[in-house]
């Protein structure tokens, strides 16, 4: 959050999408061993939590205080919905293949993707006092 204070709100985004790419690699890695694969589950973790914390906030300074409920529940039942879906999809890669280094190559340019959308977002629209004043009419 503090980050995001201080820099333009679409870097630190790309970073927090954009860093599974990282510990998805490492993963990939021939025999990576316990504290390669214990960094790259770390990194993993943070990414998670640092995306989430950056969607509320991109969303707070995009759609403004107004919508912000409306595109947070849309936005998180889209989550919801991939964090349910994603296990069932790798389950059945392995099932196939045996392994997971398709689900993993695959998800390195996915999260290099939707970084780099991100980055693409153009300066903060500005709200209107009034607009404002009406969300708490």
Do not use: H, N
Not at 3 to 12: A, T
Not at 103 to 115: D, E, F, K, N, Y
């Amino acid at each position: 959050g503090m980050l995001l204070d201080r820099f333009r709100g679409s870097l630190i985004p790309f970073a927090s999408f954009s860093l599974p790419a990282i510990g998805m690699a490492m993963l990939l890695l021939p025999a990576p061993g316990i504290w390669v694969t214990g960094l790259a589950v770390m990194i993993l973790g943070f990414a998670a939590g640092s995306t989430t914390q950056s969607q509320a906030y991109l969303i707070t300074r995009y759609a403004g205080l107004r919508s912000y409920g409306a595109v947070l529940g849309i936005a998180s039942s889209i989550i919801g919905l991939m964090l349910g879906f994603a296990p069932w999809f790798a389950g059945k890669v392995f099932d196939v293949t045996g392994s997971y280094q398709l689900v993993l190559t695959l998800g390195i340019p996915c999260t290099l993707a939707a970084g780099a959308l991100l980055i693409g977002l153009g300066p903060y629209p500005v709200f209107g006092e009034a607009d404002e004043a009406k969300q708490f009419e």
